[in-house]
Nanobody, 121 residues
Framework: QVQLRESGGGLVQAGGSLRLSCAASGRTISGYAVGWFRQAPGEEREFVAAIDWAGGTYYADSVRGRSTISRDNAKKLVYLQMNSLKPEDTAVYYC???????????????WGQGTQVTVSS
């Protein structure tokens, strides 16, 4: 079992930055991929970014160039640095763990409770 807890969300003005953290407890996640997803009110959960066990990364077009995902396996932490934030980035952000890197939310086995990100215009 893996437990995940997101933190770092908040209210920020457009153009600002936030760093989200995903802390894992329980079994190690060093051999797993970790993804970030987001869900705005009335919308489906959408892929944001993911990092595989070797550090390979993949980003959604909507955040590519503005966001960086990274991991610290020793600390069981995964980060999502988001810059140049836009009002359309407003959502609850979730981290999730899976064996392989995928953009499909239903393929992830473990999920956190989410952290709210609100970007004001």
């Amino acid at each position: 079992q893996v437990q995940l807890r997101e933190s770092g969300g908040g209210l920020v003005q457009a153009g600002g930055s936030l760093r989200l953290s995903c802390a894992a407890s329980g079994r190690t996640i060093s051999g797993y991929a970790v993804g970030w997803f987001r869900q705005a009110p009335g919308e489906e959960r959408e892929f944001v970014a993911a990092i595989d066990w070797a550090g390979g990364t993949y980003y959604a077009d909507s955040v590519r160039g503005r966001s960086t995902i990274s991991r610290d396996n020793a600390k069981k932490l995964v980060y999502l640095q988001m810059n140049s934030l836009k009002p359309e980035d407003t959502a609850v952000y979730y981290c999730a763990v899976n064996r392989v890197l995928t953009v499909v939310a239903t393929e992830y086995d473990y999920w956190g409770q989410g952290t709210q990100v609100t970007v004001s215009s």
